[in-house]
């Protein structure tokens, strides 16, 4: 149910961000997260957690911006994620993990060169952190607006 209700709010802020390439920003440096996902389906590989984004807005264009996902307690999801006590228990977990993680670096450097939320397209395999980055930058470009 949750992952139902964490879908539906994704959209639903996907449909509120389809105007921000009109919108106009203030220059500075603005962070947003993402609300937690919780994944109760013990089938499905997806991770918990998390994502922050931090955009830099020079000359009310988006410069810069970097997508961090986190563990629920706050570790930083980085080359580790999907081991298991430093190892890899689960090959397909782990290469799944990876590839999300990777895909954060994709979203932000697509999100800088196109300049709008809605011209990123989600990389197959990572939409939970497709989810979780445009909320994030919505929360961001929310606090730059003028």
Do not use: H, P, W
Not at 15 to 39: F, P, Q, V
Not at 103 to 127: H, M, P, R
Request: proline content about 0%.
């Amino acid at each position: 149910m949750r992952i139902k209700a964490a879908l539906l709010a994704a959209l639903a802020l996907t449909l509120s961000l389809s105007g921000c390439g009109s919108k106009t920003y203030k220059d500075g440096t603005y962070t947003g997260r993402s609300a937690e996902y919780i994944n109760e389906d013990e089938n499905d590989l997806a991770g918990n957690g998390y994502g922050i984004a931090e955009i830099t807005i020079e000359g009310g264009k988006i410069t810069a911006c970097t997508f961090t996902t986190y563990e629920l307690d706050g570790t930083v999801k980085d080359e580790d994620y999907g081991k298991e006590g430093g190892e890899i228990k689960n090959r397909d977990f782990y290469n799944k993990a990876q590839k999300a993680r990777a895909a954060c670096a994709v979203y932000a450097e697509e999100l800088v060169k196109k300049g709008s939320a809605q011209e990123v397209d989600a990389v197959s395999g990572a939409t939970v952190n497709y989810n979780e980055f445009l909320e994030a930058v919505g929360a961001a470009l929310a606090q730059a607006e003028e």
